[in-house]
């Protein structure tokens, strides 16, 4: 083999290297930039929710509106998710559960 053949074979070896390279920088990129968008939206999603439960939570009626309407705005954005619903039913179950306890404790005293 020649030099000129030799030359030619290490340049056409290069650039599949170079060009494997490239695709495996795209692909990295692309995997972290979704992670990186996952955990921002997950911070944001446990921020609304961490606000809306501690005024659902609280004993504020004014407070208990807000979580409310907070909720509500929440879930009719066409981003919330699965885990959205899911909070909200975790929220109401537990509104049910503290209202029933009262009515059981207003009995008991009457």
């Given at each position: ?55 659902a939570l609280s004993n504020a009626e004014c407070d208990h509106d807000a979580a ?43």
């Amino acid at each position: 083999m020649d030099v000129g053949w030799t030359s030619a074979a290490v340049a056409v070896i290069g650039a599949v290297v170079a060009v494997a390279s490239l695709v495996v920088t795209i692909v990295e990129g692309v995997r972290a930039r979704r992670h990186t968008k996952y955990l921002a939206h997950h911070d944001h999603w446990w921020q609304r929710w961490s606000w809306i439960a501690e005024r659902a939570l609280s004993n504020a009626e004014c407070d208990h509106d807000a979580a409310a309407l907070m909720a509500r705005a929440v879930l009719s954005r066409s981003w919330s998710t699965p885990d959205d619903d899911w909070m909200e039913r975790a929220l109401d179950m537990h509104e049910y559960q503290a209202t029933r306890r009262r009515r059981r404790e207003a009995r008991r005293d009457h």
